[in-house]
């Protein structure tokens, strides 16, 4: 996996570990140790076959083989091998010894860590530690993607290697304590218990610090931030003489600005750094692109845009992966659901309050649209029954309004008065018995209409509200009147 420096390697391993000379499996020739750790060693060997230089991590001889240790060891090589991207460390085999110790075999480094970079020659420039941050942001997107936080992100985890270029090339180690999202016919277990502090306690989350199985993607944000913040100025964002005192204060202290202990960085990056250390995790970078779209406003260079894009298309590549995993539902994985915030609200960038407003005024515009609309319809209508109202007949007088006319629905008469003879209709004589005169039974017109009427046609007379002239109409025998006044 990586060298370390030669202070830090050990020329005997500790009892029950191959040593140099040993072969691994019957084809992994040891040649040194490379570096110790509280749970197992890395080993720098050599492929007998292939005679190509690896490195193998293995479990300490005194941890259980079929324990929680080992699970948690075997988890790590499963998640390095989910996420295909060039700044993770390469997984090339997973097996067990004869006495049945787990080991992983992956990619050979030849480099540093950053820690031990910041160590050797103190803090880095603004520059450096951006660009190393911005391509560590790459391989924690690619695992955010597939539902995987990494949960242990420091100075130490980040490994300054050299591509085939020769240009510096970050790589993303141990993923030992990553909370993978795992359905339930996959037969995952909690390998974490709620009370278990797993990690180094200056480089956690608060709500970490709380339950380290309670934590998701923004966890490892916050671990960015105090990234960024060692690499800047030596030493990490909180610290103190015990883990105990760290904790404490991560959960109840502000950080201290970046420019308070180091002048030259720039106040963009310093507001960056201060939101990934948010204590509410609604109030940092909601994903990993949002963090790397700040880090390339800082540097202001082609190249950082270009890697910032590169994030951006690395989460969205794998988007719908990550979405058939985080939502099964599995007790080992919590995936944030959209919650009121209880801090103050998040500083909205320029671009954020433009978008807000153009909303705005989209919306106004569509209400004055339908407003408009509205005016416009209603006289619309009020125009075509006033056109109605004038060029229909003019009513009587006293008769209803001409809308109220066109409106209203026809009168039912209960007694519909009998039809008025017309002067030219031939006389119907009296009905046998009638005391009315068969001379009364020939209506003549009432003067004065000025009607001329052709041969065969008929007039209906319309009574007016106060007529003029009253002519006798017939009263027919028996029902309501009896001919009598």
Request: hydrophobic fraction near 40%; charge should be neutral.
């Amino acid at each position: 996996m990586s060298s370390s420096p030669p202070s830090a390697a050990r020329s005997t391993p500790p009892l029950g570990l191959p040593g140099p000379g040993d072969v691994i499996g019957g084809k992994y020739l040891v040649e040194r140790i490379l570096g110790m750790g509280g749970m197992g060693v890395v080993l720098a060997a050599r492929h007998l076959e292939l005679d190509e230089t690896v490195a193998i991590k293995m479990l300490l001889p005194h941890l259980p083989a079929s324990g929680e240790s080992s699970a948690r060891f075997v988890r790590e090589a499963k998640a390095a091998i989910r996420i295909r991207n060039e700044h993770v460390v390469r997984v090339l085999d997973v097996a067990r010894t004869a006495e049945g110790l787990p080991y992983i075999v992956m990619e050979y480094l030849d480099g540093c860590d950053l820690g031990q970079l910041v160590e050797r020659g103190g803090p880095l420039r603004v520059e450096d530690a951006v660009e190393y941050v911005l391509q560590a942001c790459e391989a924690i997107a690619a695992a955010h993607a597939l539902g995987i936080v990494h949960r242990d992100l420091k100075p130490a985890n980040l490994f300054l290697s050299r591509a085939s270029d020769g240009t510096a090339c970050v790589k993303v180690l141990d993923f030992g304590i990553s909370k993978v999202a795992e359905s339930p016919s996959s037969g995952g277990v909690a390998l974490t218990s709620t009370a278990t502090v797993m990690g180094t306690p200056c480089f956690m989350s608060p709500e970490q610090l709380r339950s380290t199985r309670d934590v998701d993607a923004r966890a490892d944000i916050w671990s960015m931030g105090a990234i960024l913040h060692a690499l800047l100025t030596g030493t990490p964002p909180y610290d103190g003489e015990s883990n105990a005192d760290v904790s404490a204060k991560i959960i109840r202290d502000a950080p201290t600005p970046l420019r308070v202990l180091r002048p030259d960085v720039p106040p963009l990056l310093e507001s960056t750094v201060l939101r990934c250390l948010e204590k509410q995790p609604e109030m940092r970078f909601p994903g990993v692109p949002s963090l790397a779209d700040a880090l390339a406003a800082v540097a202001q260079r082609d190249d950082a845009k270009a890697a910032a894009a590169r994030v951006t298309r690395i989460a969205a590549g794998t988007a719908a992966n990550a979405a058939t995993i985080m939502v099964t539902p599995d007790p080992n994985v919590r995936v944030p659901a959209p919650q009121a915030a209880s801090g103050p609200e998040p500083t909205r960038t320029a671009s954020a309050w433009g978008d807000t407003r153009r909303v705005e005024q989209r919306n106004r515009r569509v209400a004055w649209g339908l407003v408009a609309a509205g005016v416009l319809c209603g006289g619309t209508i009020f125009a075509a029954l006033r056109w109605r109202a004038v060029s229909s007949p003019a009513a009587p007088a006293g008769s209803p309004s001409s809308v109220a006319t066109i409106m209203a629905p026809p009168p039912t008469l209960l007694n519909p008065p009998p039809a008025v003879p017309s002067a030219l209709t031939p006389p119907v004589p009296p009905a046998a018995g009638s005391n009315v005169p068969a001379s009364s039974a020939k209506v003549p017109l009432p003067k004065g209409l000025g009607v001329h009427l052709a041969p065969g046609a008929s007039v209906t007379s319309t009574p007016s509200a106060k007529p003029t002239t009253t002519s006798p109409a017939p009263k027919p025998t028996g029902g309501l009147f009896d001919g009598r006044e």
